[in-house]
């Protein structure tokens, strides 16, 4: 009994200290656990396999000016060979996130091989860099981690003229430096030689095919000396139109306008592109516009007061403006004026009718004005001229408080005491040339309250509202604020008169080729037979046969096809086919002027910035691992005590075996 009384109190001793041991293992796994979750750092201890996790947001700027050449490669390469290296740098399990002028190129993602290769595969952008909204988003994704480490990298040229709410960007700054770490990298130098192409416009009211069609031209010098001999070349579908303009001589900093005339030689879209020898940003040295030539522009007259002979008629002065050409050349002229009564407009065809003019109308009957609704939404073109037959509290309750017609609402009539005439300072570029607007008379007018939204295009001396512009839908409408024949005015017999109504039609016009030029960013949306819904549609380059189209569908928007395409950061002419279809489409992409400066950042504003980022400037040979983000917090320990955790919780399994076999 002794011996076995002592063999049991060995036993009992035995396990009481075999349960200590796996007490203690199982309390220092808790105890392990914990501080791994707490995720402890070390400021002092460098690693890239134990360094704190970085949660970055990389800001790559690939705006126009990114495309300058310094040396053999543009600023968008050297930035990416940057952002690559700091990637590479980053800790283990870090994470990054990629933004550029477009938008996100990629949320927050560990897999920073992908990180890298989405920066390498960012394309050139013909866009401006808005500092301030990749700033704000960069917050907004910093905000969402839960990293240790937090930093915003921004890799730009610099430019100055990007920086313009530079007040605004500081704050911003500031407030982001609250929850990371900011640096500014500035890549490459100053561009050397540098002219641009400020702008290709259509100055012909109405571009017409086979008829000469004049383009105005701008060239910007932005060196810091004079530049001697530069030649200008106009192509139109690709066909040198004679031989370059020569400039002979153009000082730093200066603009020289030049005119253009080249006939356009296809029925429908025509591409324009003026360019400019290659220098240090290629971008800027070649513009393309699409133009769309018309065979014949229907437009409608509906004639008020049509008088009891010809001369009579309230449309008459204006039938000749339109077509101010002998009786043997009005055949080949484009411009096809249609004379109809008010009550005529229900029963008339208005698919081939591009404008409708109202002169002098009463009592519109309310299916004539719905019809006209329907017309303008659809992309027509609408000018109202008031006469003694105007009814403006009627009209403003049918065209404008029912139907949403009128850009401005119609007062009483005016009859100053003196004659007024047409203001020389035209808010409208299409009228400022036009010399003589002001010697017409204005003995009456209607008194124009423009509505919001609306723009008013020219003013009368007194400062009235003489034409005011609105948008209806698709489509676009004019008031004029006094008659179009001599009843309240001496206008329709002055040399001006021409000129004027056929920039009227000529901004109703507009529309045809404004929805084909864009900056660059914007949207291309494009109106199809509602048969063509569904079908694939293919959108590539222009003259780019290696170039990947880019595919999308025709969708059904009410009676309408229409073509959605955002993708348009590449700068130049693009085209688009629709899979067994004939019709085909094209529109052109512009770069933003301000991108052609070569000023960049002053040393004072520099000097702010210092006060909230890290500002460093690279060159290819400066670049390697660490350069940027030396001043992070050092290692993290939370993968050490992960793997202590994982040692000490199989060490307790094994004692735990061991222990529990028969002694």
């Known amino acids: ?196 192409i400020d702008r290709l416009g259509l100055v012909s009211a109405i571009p017409s095919l086979n008829q000469p069609v004049t383009f105005q031209v701008d060239i910007t010098n932005h060196e810091t000396s004079e530049t001697y001999d530069i030649p200008v070349q106009l192509e139109v579908n690709s066909q040198p139109i004679g031989e370059p303009w020569i400039i002979h001589s153009l000082p730093a900093g200066k603009t020289e306008s030049l005119t253009f005339h080249a006939p356009l030689t296809i029925p429908g879209q025509n591409r324009v592109t003026v360019l400019l020898p290659g220098d240090s940003l290629p971008i800027d040295d070649r513009r393309t516009i699409i133009v769309n030539a018309r065979r014949k522009v229907q437009v409608l007259l509906v004639d008020g007061d049509p008088g009891n002979i010809d001369t009579e008629a309230e449309t008459f002065f204006l039938r000749l403006a339109l077509v101010p050409v002998t009786s043997e050349q009005i055949d080949q002229y484009p411009v096809k004026p249609i004379v109809i009564r008010p009550s005529e407009i229900e029963t008339s065809d208005l698919d081939q009718v591009t404008s409708i003019v109202l002169t002098n109308v009463a009592d519109l009957p309310q299916s004539a004005a719905a019809k006209l609704t329907s ?28 139907h949403g017609l009128l850009p401005a609402k119609l007062g009483q009539a005016q009859s100053p005491e003196n004659p007024v005439t047409l203001s020389d300072k035209a808010e409208a570029i299409e009228f400022q040339s036009k010399t003589g607007l002001s010697q017409a008379k204005f003995w009456t007018y209607l008194e124009l309250q423009p509505e919001e939204g609306a723009r008013t295009l020219l003013k009368f001396s007194d400062g009235a509202p003489a034409l005011v512009e609105g948008d209806v839908g698709r489509g ?74 880019h595919l999308s569908k025709v969708e059904l928007d009410g009676e309408k096809g229409l073509i959605r395409y955002a993708e348009t950061t590449r700068v130049g002419g693009y085209q688009v086919s629709i899979a067994n279809s004939q019709t085909a489409l094209q529109f052109a992409v512009q770069h933003d002027k301000v991108e052609s400066s070569r000023l960049t950042l002053p040393r004072e504003q520099l000097a702010r910035l210092e006060n909230v980022a890290t500002v460093v400037r690279v060159a290819p040979e400066q670049m390697e691992k660490g350069f940027i983000g030396t001043q992070r917090a050092g290692s993290e320990l939370w993968m050490l005590g992960v793997m202590l955790v994982g040692l000490i919780g199989l060490v307790e399994m094994v004692l735990a075996q061991k222990f529990s076999e028969p002694k």
Not at 74 to 97: D, F, H, N
Not at 384 to 402: C, H, K, M, V, W
Request: a negative charge; proline letters at 3%; aromatic letters at 6%.
């Open 375 to 402: 017309f303008v939404q659809a992309g027509g073109g609408l000018v109202y001229f008031p006469g003694n037959n105007t009814q403006s509290e009627i009209d403003n309750a049918l065209l404008g408080e029912r």
């Open 476 to 549: 676009r409408v004019l008031v004029f604020a006094s008659t179009c024949d001599p009843a309240w005015n001496d206008f329709c017999v002055k040399p001006a008169y021409v000129p004027f109504n056929h920039q009227l039609l000529g901004k109703l016009l507009l529309n045809d080729n404004q929805s084909a030029n864009l900056r660059a960013g914007e949207s291309f949306n494009a109106f199809v037979d509602s048969e063509l819904a569904g079908r694939e549609v293919t959108v590539y380059p222009t003259n780019d046969p290696e170039a990947l189209g």
């Open 1 to 196: 009994m002794r011996f076995l009384k002592t063999s049991i109190d060995q036993n009992q001793r035995r396990m009481k200290l075999e349960d200590l041991i796996l007490l203690a293992l199982r309390c220092l796994l808790l105890a392990l656990l914990a501080f791994a979750l707490a995720r402890p750092a070390l400021p002092w201890l460098k690693s890239q396999l134990l360094g704190a996790k970085v949660a970055s947001v990389v800001i790559l700027d690939n705006s126009a000016s990114m495309a300058t050449i310094n040396g053999d490669q543009s600023r968008l390469t050297l930035a990416k060979q940057a952002a690559a290296v700091y990637i590479e740098g980053l800790p283990l399990g870090s994470s990054a996130s990629i933004l550029s002028v477009s938008g996100v190129e990629t949320q927050r993602t560990s897999n920073l091989s992908h990180a890298k290769s989405v920066a390498q595969d960012v394309p050139q952008s013909g866009q401006v860099l808005d500092i301030l909204g990749v700033l704000s988003e960069a917050h907004k994704q910093i905000r969402k981690s839960g990293a240790v480490e937090k930093e915003v990298q921004m890799f730009t040229d610099g430019q100055a003229a990007n920086w313009d709410s530079f007040d605004e960007v500081i704050r911003k700054m500031e407030e982001i430096r609250q929850d990371a770490e900011i640096s500014i990298i500035l890549t490459g130098k100053e561009a050397a030689a540098n002219q641009s």
